[in-house]
């Protein structure tokens, strides 16, 4: 069974700092991998998806990364703000299968 | 609408009784898929939708819990004789394609379920 870890479990960082969100998974055969947001009581916005054949994807302060041979996926924000206050969650979609496998999140407060 | 619509947002029920939860994907969305997320937890699939058809009911965790989408557009999870350890908050996602393809999910804001 595929294992998403995320780590740290939270995170407070001053405003227009850089910082990088880490995940990963065990087993390689992946399909792609999604990064989330979910603000409480919200439900998940996607923020980035990256194909399994693919290194990176950006999306404005964002920067999503990612190594199958290692597990491994960070997600870059760069010169963060108050409103970047929430949860984030990484999923892998396996070879094979259509649903998500999520970690448990990293916790992120910006502190104006 | 322009997202997945999920009702109701808030429910609370008394053990033993049965829910229906309803879940209006994107407009043109082949898949939906069923989450359940407990408190600090990330998602945990439940089922998933390719158009009208169940292909994938694995993570259901008893009998008690069944999903339809009959016409290929709204689904409704429902749980019968509900009990303690159902109390959650359950997610709806749909995405354009289906399998094989490269399409986001994108979710509903959820149901939490409280039972009593």
């Known amino acids: 069974k595929q294992e998403v870890t995320q780590i740290p479990a939270a995170l407070s960082v001053p405003e227009g700092e850089n910082l990088v969100l880490n995940c990963s998974f065990t087993?390689?055969?992946?399909?792609?991998l999604q990064w989330f947001r979910q603000d409480p009581g919200k439900g998940l916005t996607s923020l980035l998806l990256i194909q399994s054949s693919q290194r990176e994807q950006t999306s404005g302060r964002l920067n999503a990364s990612l190594d199958k041979s290692s597990g491994r996926s960070t997600l870059y924000i760069a010169a963060s703000q108050p409103g970047d206050s929430a949860t984030y969650l990484c999923?892998?979609?396996?070879?094979?299968?259509?649903?998500?496998?999520f970690g448990t999140g990293t916790r992120l407060t910006v502190i104006p | 609408g322009a997202g997945v619509s999920q009702s109701p947002r808030y429910k609370v029920a008394k053990r033993g009784q049965d829910v229906a939860l309803r879940c209006d994907p994107i407009s043109g969305h082949v898949s939906l898929f069923w989450y359940q997320q407990a408190l600090g937890q990330g998602p945990e699939f439940l089922t998933y939708f390719q158009n009208e058809a169940q292909l994938d009911k694995s993570g259901l965790p008893s009998d008690r819990f069944f999903a339809e989408r009959p016409e290929g557009s709204v689904s409704t999870l429902k749980i019968q004789r509900t009990q303690q350890e159902d109390s959650a908050v359950y997610l709806c996602?749909?995405?354009?394609?289906?399998?094989?393809?490269?399409?986001?999910?994108?979710f509903g804001d959820g149901t939490r379920l409280s039972i009593l």
């Open positions: 999923a892998v979609r396996r070879t094979g299968a259509n649903n998500l496998f």
């Open positions: 087993d390689s055969a992946i399909y792609n």
């Open positions: 996602a749909s995405s354009l394609g289906g399998t094989g393809t490269h399409q986001p999910q994108h």
